[in-house]
DNA sequence: CGAATGCTTGATATGGTTCAAATCCCGTGG
DNA sequence: CCACGGGATTTGAACCATATCAAGCATTCG
């Protein structure tokens, strides 16, 4: 077994369990599926677009993200995959990518390929069901991009962001004050839709207003509550449906 | 079977089999599903942010918009749903909305509950492959939208969204030179990011030069070439395994 | 220690917003 | 068939948030 030691699945099935209800069998199905260690260097494209991929890639440690581009040349991040994430579980169910996949720090992934995937899911539904959920929690957070691209300012859209950031990190869903954060200030300013000159200035208003700090690839909030407030932040999105008692499972 | 006459679920299969394979057997089990008709009046909120739904909603005809919300009360719409769609299949894994469900103009709707779609998803693993990954494409359109938003500049975003909806309005994936659009300038507006007021100049100008004209709720598309060019539209996010010889299913 | 990459700041330009008002269009009732 | 009313569209003028361009500074890494 590939994955006997060194990094493993497990944080793959917590994420999992956290949203779906999954026996002790098909967890351990998932925690031995095969895996193979991979180190991505930064601003290295590790899928790119239109091109069909035969495997899952799983966030050991560092960042992803998903781009998208237009023909002009300027990129788009519409999705970051943190520690924990399989940044694109989708691709089981349709390979062909339609967004690039680039580490924005170097990054350690678990390759699991999607014939070990399909197998589980096939043998367990209620596996199927729970990566299907994943996605479709995954497209809700997508959603909030577009609101928070759309129509929201500058200043309101970086403490979005890193309010959605704060939350994700923590496992419990509970924000952390504190977490890493390796992306340039061109990278926040392609989650954003703005330049990284202004991404510069908005970060500065937000450190001088007390609110937060990013400084050597780490995020420090000073008063979650004010930030929250000014950034237009509700973990709604990220938690509906998570609470133990309302977790789903369509078959039992 | 409430659906013996009337308007039925075949466009909802015929969308299924374009990106997923299907048997006559799961295609009818999907046909015989109960539904029950029900008509929305324009801007009128049909899910609302946190509400927990009971049926996903198949639209047989108008349109409906999947509506995001800023504190200060500007909307955003994060996706655009046309007749043969059904605009919340996500439900079904996820039943707590987090966003909300609008119609743009009357709208007429089946509302297909939860509970069926769970018993045929369960007895049949390829339908539910298939709603999963009908959810992963709707997803990938998503992150078109954030990329249209995020990046590209009003005239561009405006030729972008009216080439998404030629090409999806037309069933075999061929973009339609002329096309209905029940939806008002304001709507676009919170479709692309955009004020109603620039929406109206980028529509002059798109109109001026000859590419598209947008009145009486219809699209005219006088130069698809230009159009397309001009809105750096690429067809391929909503075409990726579609390709009779592309589709897959994980088990057989 | 040098080179590259990322960060910071300033000055200027501009695309899109805002506010306000006029006109058009279509459905409705007389 | 016509008059009326209300939403939708259109246009103008002033303003502002963010982009652009350009330069200097700080860090990290080899």
Redesign the interface.
């Known amino acids: 077994m590939p994955n006997s030691t060194g990094p493993n699945l497990q944080s793959f099935v917590d994420r999992l369990s956290a949203r779906s209800v999954l026996s002790g069998e098909e967890g351990d199905a998932i925690l031995s599926l095969p895996t193979r260690a991979s180190q991505v260097a930064a601003n290295r494209d590790f899928v790119r677009?239109?091109e069909r991929v035969a495997h899952c890639c799983f966030i050991v440690d560092g960042m992803m993200g998903?781009f998208?581009?237009?023909?002009?040349g300027?990129?788009?991040i519409?999705?970051l995959h943190l520690p924990g994430d399989v940044a694109d579980l989708?691709s089981?169910?349709?390979?062909?990518?339609?967004?690039a996949i680039q580490a924005l720090a170097t990054t350690t992934v678990l390759l699991i390929p999607h014939k070990d995937l399909?197998t589980v899911?096939?043998r367990f539904?209620a596996v199927?069901?729970a990566?299907?959920?994943d996605?479709?929690?995954?497209?809700?957070v997508?959603?909030?991009?577009?609101?928070n691209?759309?129509?929201?300012d500058a200043k309101t859209r970086m403490a979005h962001l890193l309010c959605e950031m704060s939350v994700r990190t923590g496992n419990d869903r509970a924000p952390q004050m504190t977490y890493p954060f390796p992306a340039t200030q061109a990278h926040l300013g392609d989650m954003?839709?703005l330049t990284s000159v202004h991404v510069n200035r908005m970060l500065r208003t937000l450190r001088d207003i007390g609110l937060v700090t990013l400084r050597a690839r780490e995020v420090e909030i000073h008063d979650w509550n004010r930030l929250k407030a000014l950034g237009?932040f509700n973990a709604?999105?990220l938690d509906?449906?998570t609470a133990p008692g309302?977790r789903?499972r369509?078959?039992n």
Chains 1, 2 share one sequence.
């Open positions: 677009i239109g998903r998208g581009q237009t023909t002009e300027t990129r788009q519409t999705a989708h089981v169910v349709r390979p062909v990518g339609t967004s399909r899911a096939t539904p199927a069901e990566f299907w959920r996605c479709v929690v995954d497209a809700a997508l959603s909030q991009w577009v609101v691209v759309g129509r929201r954003t839709g237009d709604d999105y509906a449906d309302t789903r369509l078959l």
